[in-house]
């Protein structure tokens, strides 16, 4: 089992119930469009809903089940440290991603919202909020995929090419470019791009950037030159 690097930007906006419940009463939740269980500190499922038992099982409900033989030991281990760092820490909110195959061997990617629910007199509880994020997961894999394509290319470029942010810093160097500059891509990160000029380049650099700005907003691919300081001199 593999947890995702996946950090969804919403998980802080998640509709967990903010208030202790009373007696389990479960209107409160039984609306909500994700699915949601609550677990005891037995590791007993006190209650979920439809959707959260469609994600482990199609043997109907998990209610009244051990969390373990729901999640299997792998998944159970995981999911089971977060919870049990709730039950004896007190956090409140944690998160969690992990992967789920249900009993039809649909895999999917879980992102997981858990609260510690504190009643008065009575054992605390954890309401646990799973969403499926197995798309938002695969198109970003998809885009970090061609991520990694193009910065190979570029990498392997025979030409010597640099990344700049819009203050000219450089932010990554390739291999041919250090071999031409005699700099080490690290002595070249978080430098000024035009600290590698000849002085008489400065001058013409603004100028020749914005001509191909404009060649290539109309559609035509250019290029220029320039020389640079190489290190020794």
Known sequence: ??????????????????????????????TFPDAVFF??????????????????????????????EVLGKSRFDLVWSVFEMQFIEGEEFQYLEYDSTSAESVQRW??????LIRREGRAPVICAVLRDISSILSDRMLVSRSEEKY?????????????V???????????????????????????NAKELLLPREMDDLSRKMQEVQEQRSSGVANAYEIQIRRKDG
């Not at 932010?171 to 031409?180: D, G, R, T, V």
Request: hydrophobic share 35%.
């Open 165 to 191: 942010d819009p203050e000219e810093t450089i932010l990554y160097a390739n291999k041919s470019f250090c071999e031409i500059s005699g700099y080490e891509a690290h002595e070249l990160v978080g430098r």
């Open 151 to 163: 910065r190979g290319m570029i990498q392997n470029s025979s030409l010597g090419l640099l990344e």
């Open 39 to 68: 677990v005891d500190r037995n590791r007993t499922i006190i209650w979920a809903n439809d959707l959260a038992s469609s994600f482990f099982t199609n043997s109907g409900p998990i209610t009244g089940k051990d969390l373990r």
């Open 1 to 30: 089992m593999l947890t995702s690097p996946l950090n969804l930007t919403q998980k802080n906006d998640w509709n967990v119930p903010m208030q202790p419940l009373n007696d389990f009463d479960v209107s409160q939740v039984d």
């Open 110 to 115: 879980l992102a997981q919202r858990s609260r």
